[in-house]
Each structure stands twice: as C-alpha cells, then as structure tokens.
C-alpha cells in the first residue's frame, strides 16, 4: 500500500482511480473493487468479527485505495501500512459536497433494485445471499457518510432537499471527518487535495512525473444524480 485516499465519495474519487494508474500504480483500488473483491471482508468488519490485520491481507499487494469503504477505514489502513502516504480529496466548500451527495442519495433510494427503488426492492436481500450483503454494507457506508439511514428514508422525490435528508448532518458528517484526517495524519504525509488543482500539486507530492495526458475528469453527476460508478457497482 503507498497511497490512501481518504476523501469522501463526491471528491473527484474516481478521478483519482484513474489518476494513480496514469501514474504507474498498477493495482488500485476504487468503489468496485471494494465490493468485487472485499465485500464479505467490510461485512466482517462491520459485524465486529475482524481485527485490523484484516486490511493488511485485504490490501498488501494492492498499490493505492479511492473512495467508500476504503475512505471511511482511511486510519486503520494506515496502521498496517504507517509508511503510506494519504491524500484528502476535498470540494470546493461542505455545501458543494453535500449537494452533491444528496442528489447521488436520490438517485441510489429511487432508482436501484437494492435500496427500495422499484416494488420488488424489499425482495432482493431475501432471494440472494450477495444482494443482501451489499444492503448490509452500503447501509453502514451511509450512516457513516451522512449520519442517516438513507436507505429507509420514504419519499425523496417532493422537495429539494428531500424529506428526511438533513443537509446538517451532511455537512457536520464531511467537515468532522475532514478534519480527523488533518489532525490526526503527520503534516508531510498528508496531501489536502483538490482535483481542480491538476497534476501539479499530486505529482509533486507523490514524486511522479506528470503526464502528458489531461488529469481525468470521470464519473460527473448527472442532474438526477445518476452516475457511472453507481451504475456499474449495482449491475456487475
């Protein structure tokens, strides 16, 4: 393990998965591959039956980590690997984050099979062990990132924000853990990064060459929230 992202989904996370790559990471982890090859591991994490040497074997021979649930774990991975540097991918302000994320919040409780966006949503968990893994996870995934249990929230569709998202906890959720990261990782091994700022920052930091391609700008937000991360995690 060499690089950490501990940034919050909504981050540009994705866009860092890419970016490790074009930089020579050769195996990086983003949100997919968390649930193609951890699932059953963050479901032990979270059931309390995992000790901390669990991400050591989960992530040894893997080069960097983006985005949920690595993110949220950022500290004890860092533990089983003190020598890794971390990056904090932040947005503009907690307000910019925190629409963001409700409008992506929106999308995953009105559209996807798993979280009560169609009428067979509350049979899925009970017809596949795997569906209801992933239920299991996400819901821990976002009550950590929005202090809610967003899953159970009704109607999302009536107002902007939606009834029973609290844009509050939203951004209580994102400034707190932001500021664990800074206060808690030594100043020179720690990046507060912004994907706006290019390659120029990340390079530096990491010791790398900047490329000659245009730093990636993937998985934007559709205006219902749809995105492409979410699309493929749900449909592989």
């Not at 195996?27 to 059931?47: A, G, M, P």
Request: proline share 6%; aromatic share 14%.
């Amino acid at each position: 393990m060499k690089v950490i992202c501990a940034g919050f989904p909504k981050t540009g996370t994705t866009s860092m998965a890419k970016a490790f790559r074009l930089l020579g990471y050769n195996n990086v982890h983003d949100h997919t591959e968390h649930f193609s090859y951890n699932l059953e591991n963050y479901q032990r994490i979270y059931e309390g039956t995992a000790t901390e040497e669990l991400f050591r074997e989960m992530y040894e021979d893997v080069d960097a980590v983006t985005d949920t649930p690595a993110c949220l774990f950022w500290d004890s991975i860092l533990r089983e690997f003190p020598d890794a540097k971390v990056i904090l991918t932040v947005r503009d302000s907690a307000n910019a984050w925190s629409t963001s994320m409700v409008n992506t919040c929106r999308y995953f409780t009105t559209q996807n099979w798993y979280s009560g966006g169609h009428w067979y949503s509350p049979l899925v968990p009970y017809l596949s062990k795997t569906a209801a893994t992933v239920r299991y996870v996400y819901s821990h995934i976002c009550y950590y990132i929005t202090g809610m249990d967003i899953i159970q929230v009704g109607d999302v569709t009536s107002s902007d924000p939606p009834i029973g998202y609290s844009m509050i906890c939203f951004k209580n959720r994102y400034t707190q853990h932001n500021a664990a990261v800074q206060a808690l990782v030594p100043s020179h091994q720690l990046l507060v990064y912004n994907v706006k700022e290019g390659w120029g920052p990340l390079c530096e930091f990491l010791g790398k060459e900047v490329p000659e391609e245009p730093f990636p700008n993937e998985n934007v937000s559709q205006p219902d929230g749809k995105v492409s991360a979410v699309e493929q995690t749900l449909t592989s």
